[in-house]
């Protein structure tokens, strides 16, 4: 499968890119996909949660009633958690909502992520440019020219002098993300509507998801 490359004016450059057979041969594995989605997410997870519990409310132990007699539930203490502003029973406590997860199941999703944007049609090559000073303006440019300035956008660009300020230039604009392409995960892929990919960051894609 043949992608026409274009540059940062939005028109094509006359050169195409050939997919490999990773890609257009293979089939996209849902269920990895979510299971990766799942990881990163919960890697994200503080687990810094916490509420009081009986012994660390502060009331007196003292009995509040006698423990026959008067009709009720025997209750022992203004602590327990049947009593407004006693201790939670079995609240929340800290924890590491993270798990693990094979690194051939993360590369399949990865994988699975791209032939879905291949699919839809949200899969675009771009041809590698550069920005010398970090400009917000000169990036709003090139959005504006290849038609996404409202559209949910990752770019996978390679390793080069230029993309520290791409990716400066970008920062403040919420709807487009600038990473390289060996930061690539599961869920931003996902979660963009629309992936550009750099022309010579390709190899480097195919190395991650193959």
Partial sequence: MDFAIINTQGKETGKKITLPEVLTKSEANDHTIWLDVKHY???????????????????????????KGTGGARAGSLKSGVFVGGGRIFGPRPRDYSFKLNKKVKQ?????AVIHKMNGNSLVFLEDF???????????????????????????????DSLENISLSSRNIP??????????????????QKLIVGANALDSLIDLIS
């Fill in 108 to 112: 399949l999703a990865r994988k699975s």
């Fill in 130 to 160: 550069s920005i010398e000073t970090p400009k917000t303006k000169s990036f709003l440019e090139i959005l504006k020219n290849l038609n996404i300035s409202d559209t949910k956008t990752l770019f996978l660009l390679s390793e080069n």
């Fill in 175 to 192: 709807n487009a993300k600038v990473i390289s392409v060996n930061e690539a995960n599961t869920y931003e892929i996902m979660n963009a």
């Fill in 41 to 67: 997410l919960a890697a994200q997870r503080q687990g810094t949660h916490k509420s009081k519990e009986k012994f660390e409310v502060s009331y007196s132990t003292k009995k509040i009633k006698k423990q």
